[in-house]
């Protein structure tokens, strides 16, 4: 394995470990010890932090150390803010161009999860979830969005992964992403728009219940 590689293979391992929690909001994470982890010179192992505190996931503090970054209540706010006004977009295009065979593809994801939504598989159905929306996005030519989503959201990928752990209904998410696939297939007039509200606001209105459970993982 190249020096290339094995930076590419230690960033996914150190940033999967954030995002699922693993290392927790605030917690510091010292060179030496990843180093010895990931049998590496501090060298590479700098360089793979310097690159997740670029994209917002380790604080670098002089004198201190690499914190794990705080997930940022404000940022989640406008991430999700940010994906009902494109997700609408996205929907709203779909609604008018979809194939059969694109929908069919949808059709056969939902049914993927609800063989998880019924075995209880949460883990699988977070991950079920953000491909779905994924799908959409890609379905509909509007790639660069997600991307750019998925570049700025640290802060709201970990906020999820909270919220799954105390709040395990995936239920009504389901039974949302149903319903959008419903209406894209229906060209029908159709509160479209008051559904993706719906389907997003949900992070928003569990942000009060995180904040009391868990409030030293967050900062405004």
């Known amino acids: 394995m190249d020096k290339m590689d094995l930076k590419d293979k230690i960033y996914n391992e150190m940033l ?10 605030g917690e510091f994470v010292k060179e030496v010890e990843l180093s010895k982890r990931f049998n590496v010179s501090r060298t590479p192992m700098r360089e793979v932090i310097k690159k997740l505190a670029v994209e917002g996931y380790i604080d670098v503090l002089p004198r201190y150390g690499n914190r794990v970054s705080l997930i940022s209540i ?23 161009n979809i194939t059969e065979e694109q929908l069919n593809n949808l059709r056969v994801h939902i049914e993927n999860q609800q063989e998880l939504v019924d075995s209880g598989n949460l883990e699988s159905f977070w991950q079920s979830d953000n491909d779905f929306h994924e799908m959409l996005f890609r379905l509909a030519g509007r790639e660069f969005w997600w991307d750019v989503i998925r570049r700025y959201e640290p802060h709201y990928m970990r ?48 942000i009060p219940v995180l ?5 030293q993982y967050f900062t405004d």
């Open 159 to 206: 906020f999820r992964k909270f919220d799954l752990q105390i709040n395990r209904n995936v239920d009504l998410l389901f039974v949302h992403h149903k319903k959008i696939i419903e209406m894209i297939s229906d060209t029908a007039d159709c509160d479209i728009k008051g559904l993706v509200q719906s389907h997003i606001s949900i992070g928003l209105e569990r």
């Open 74 to 96: 404000s940022s989640v706010k406008q991430i999700l803010e940010m994906r009902i006004v494109l997700e609408n977009q996205v929907i709203d295009e779909l609604r008018r």
């Open 16 to 25: 999967a470990d954030i995002v699922n929690l693993k290392y927790k909001p």
């Open 211 to 215: 904040l009391e459970k868990c409030p």
